[in-house]
């Protein structure tokens, strides 16, 4: 019997009645104004709005012209804990998410020592189990050390609570080495998750090779570095008939790739992050290092064929590559910059106003998108129905803000979207039953 | 002007303004007494991360030709082997109240960056494969001599363009001054979408005899052995200008150091239709006349060759 994958410091399970919010869940009928009653940290009651009575000591929050969702889901997150706590750690990452409506993560291991081993798991989660304010999973190591030579101790670890594997920060370069790896996943299961990346290809490059980088002279990564290896990839799981999960998809030619493999009936999912569903190479131009990313900001075509691929299903999930850094180590020429934007607080809002306002795609859909992340890899998918843990947040769609102008939850501050105005906030999360994030307007609105 | 980080930051009357006085200053190199009291009691500190001797001696001389004080300050054997980062750097050498920094670095970007972070006057002597102006500008300066504007001209860069900060500046200055740029290198070593530059791009030397110049560039050693050619030798054969491919009417220019007998045959750099002494001339009077336009240029309009002190 293997451990429960997701753990976290449990709060207080919460009771809440939340009043006339436009509920919208997209795995079910649900899209109408609603009352929904929490009690004990789960969800007692959805009834017509003005319906429901608040039991005595449960709070009352006036919903009304807000809409409640079920929370995300982000099955890509780095909260470089160990060893690189300066950047983010397992409570600042966890209330980050919070803050971006979000009711669970799963953690990346490329940490400091990276997590490859049963020791370093065990800590992990009891470290989680202390400090982390909403339920994270572990995704340790394919390779011992991120070196692509020898397997990690994946059925032991698959016994401790690993939810999947992967090697994200790099590929795993070699085929045969990925191959052993899909054969041992017939014994021990979870989903491995890919980075992909040709490091043949890639090299030094900083950007996506293209015009802005033949202008600014910027080694360029070019989009077949990441495409060879989703088609090698896919192949190779289909031949050895296992699940892959391909992360961080940023170009037209990998979209395809996913496309052709799901059409032949091979386990593969993937993800595309917000920064590469809205924004462009061009906004690297200026040398910005909140801008360099891997994979890199690709062409208006490759970012259009995100969106396609996220809208007819080829694309399963959005998934932020949360990836925080300090500002020292931006604060740096671009080309000597680390990769990596921060993401949890900003997804839905990015997505919302640069993808959903002007009408590119549905709200559900993107709800859809947002909560789907952790059922690829096995985790129960957030529902909005009576008896269901309460995983909810609540959305005030009208509101503006400026992104990073109250700074962040998140240690790090290397945001993509810092500086933009943004339509929607989040107000309240609600995560495996208890109150995780409220936000001060929603404070001061409720009495 | 508050800095020239990029070619761009000029328009072509910017460009032609700073090279009308650069040729007041043509003469100075003749007289006994190479010097001016335009900037002096100005600092002017010269800080390389790159190895450089002809690009920091030329800002050197400009400057000590201007009367400013000037100090070298290069990344090997100083703190940036200790490990302090480039804004660290930047912010310790501010203290010392630099009127302007010229600065080479193997990073793009970073003289803008740079100058966002202290009260200095940025002088891009090199970022990384991205900009080198004043390059652009001494070239421009040296074809205007020889064949007077460049409206309608046609320039070939030939080699490596794919390393070379010298291409992406020239190919807007040319521009700007109204020439046609052709770019011309091996498939490895053309940076893919560099059309977008505007300019034109071939593989071969073919169509090479209707360069009115070409503009060689120095081709690395190292490229060998990064694969980008085969050989140094087939890369002779397909693209090294000599005297068969040099046309008498062309113009031959090259930003130095010059491997003779890769990019060009010696026969070549020691043609009349050589400019590339006059480069190296142009590169004193032509940063003297960007230091001018920096530090004295919003004071005093007027050209500065007529006094001389003794010093």
Wanted: proline share 5%; hydrophobic share 45%.
């Amino acid at each position: 019997m293997s451990a429960q994958p997701l753990v976290h410091a449990a709060g207080a399970p919460a009771d809440v009645l939340v009043r006339g919010a436009h509920v919208l869940d997209p795995r079910s009928d649900l899209d109408g104004p609603h009352d929904v009653l929490v009690l004990g940290g789960e969800i007692a009651q959805i009834g017509a709005v003005g319906t429901l009575n608040s039991p005595d000591g449960v709070e009352v929050i006036d919903g009304t012209g807000r809409h409640l969702f079920p929370a995300f889901v982000d099955p890509h997150v780095h909260l470089r804990t160990p060893g690189q706590e300066h950047k983010e750690d397992l409570a600042s990452g966890t209330a980050s998410a919070a803050a971006g409506g979000y009711c669970a993560v799963v953690a990346m291991p490329n940490t400091k020592p990276t997590l490859d081993s049963v020791a370093g798991l065990r800590s992990l989660r009891d470290a989680a189990a202390g400090q982390a304010r909403i339920p994270v999973g572990f995704m340790p190591a394919i390779t011992r050390g991120l070196a692509g030579t020898e397997l990690t101790d994946m059925a032991e670890l698959r016994d401790l609570g690993a939810l999947g594997f992967t090697d994200d920060g790099r590929p795993v370069t070699s085929a045969g080495m990925l191959r052993r790896a899909l054969q041992y996943q017939r014994l021990c299961g979870g989903v491995l998750a890919l980075h992909e990346e040709d490091p043949s290809l890639s090299g030094a490059g900083a950007m996506h090779e293209g015009e802005v980088s033949a202008r600014l002279g910027v080694a360029g990564i070019p989009s077949v570095s990441e495409s060879t290896m989703v088609a090698r990839d896919a192949a190779l799981a289909g031949y050895e008939d296992g699940s892959v999960h391909m992360q961080h998809l940023s170009c037209i030619e990998s979209v395809r790739a996913v496309a052709q493999a799901k059409d032949l009936g091979f386990h593969v999912t993937c993800e595309a992050s917000p920064h590469h569903l809205c924004l462009t190479d061009v906004a690297a131009a200026g040398l910005d290092t909140r801008m360099k990313m891997n994979p890199p900001l690709r062409t208006e075509a490759d970012r259009q064929a995100l969106i396609a691929g996220l809208r007819d299903g080829t694309i399963d999930c959005i998934a932020t590559d949360h990836a925080p850094h300090a500002r020292d180590e931006k604060d740096v020429p671009f080309e000597q910059a680390p990769m990596g934007t921060t993401g949890l607080e900003t997804a839905f809002a990015a997505v919302f106003t640069e993808l959903v306002l002007p009408g590119v795609l549905g709200l559900a859909l993107v709800v859809e998108r947002l909560t789907s992340g952790g059922g690829l890899l096995g985790l129960p998918v957030p529902r909005v129905g009576v008896g269901e843990p309460a995983d909810l947040v609540l959305i005030d769609l009208e509101a503006e803000w400026t992104v990073g102008e109250a700074g962040y939850v998140s240690r790090s501050a290397n945001c993509c979207f810092d500086g933009r105005r943004l339509r929607s906030r989040v107000l309240l999360t609600i995560a495996a039953g208890s109150v995780v994030h409220r936000a001060h307007a929603l404070s001061e609105a409720t009495v | 002007m508050r800095h020239l980080l990029s070619i761009d930051d000029l328009d072509r009357a910017g460009i032609e303004r700073i090279l009308d006085r650069a040729s007041t200053l043509s003469d100075l190199g003749e007289r006994e007494v190479k010097k001016v009291p335009a900037l002096r009691g100005r600092r002017v500190l010269n800080l390389f991360y790159e190895a450089s001797t002809r690009t920091r001696s030329s800002f050197e001389l400009a400057a000590k030709a201007l009367s400013a004080d000037v100090v070298n300050f290069a990344a090997s054997g100083s703190s940036v082997e200790k490990g302090e980062s480039l804004k660290d750097t930047i912010l310790t050498l501010s203290a010392h109240r630099p009127d302007a920094i010229v600065i080479r670095t193997p990073w793009a970007g970073s003289a803008a960056l740079v100058a966002g972070w202290t009260d200095a006057a940025i002088v891009n002597a090199g970022d990384g494969k991205h900009e080198h102006p004043t390059q652009a500008l001494l070239d421009v300066y040296t074809l205007r001599q020889r064949l007077g504007a460049l409206d309608g001209a046609k320039i070939w860069i030939v080699g490596d363009v794919l390393h070379s900060r010298v291409a992406r500046s020239n190919i807007t200055a040319f521009q700007t001054m109204g020439a046609e740029v052709t770019v011309c290198g091996p498939p490895t070593l053309i940076p893919r979408g560099i059309e977008a530059m505007g300019c034109a791009v071939r593989t071969t030397l073919d169509e090479l005899p209707e360069a009115d110049v070409v503009y060689a560039l120095r081709m690395q050693h190292e490229r060998m052995s990064e694969a980008f050619v085969p050989s140094l030798r087939e890369y002779a054969a397909c693209y090294q200008i000599d005297s068969r491919r040099l046309g008498a009417q062309q113009v031959l220019m090259h930003p130095g150091p010059v491997n003779r007998g890769v990019e060009l045959s010696g026969e070549v750099v020691d043609s009349p239709q050589a400019l590339i002494t006059a480069q190296v001339a142009a590169g004193v009077i032509v940063r003297m006349a960007v230091l001018y336009e920096l530090l004295a240029g919003a004071r005093s309009p007027e050209p500065v060759a007529t006094e001389t002190v003794a010093s």
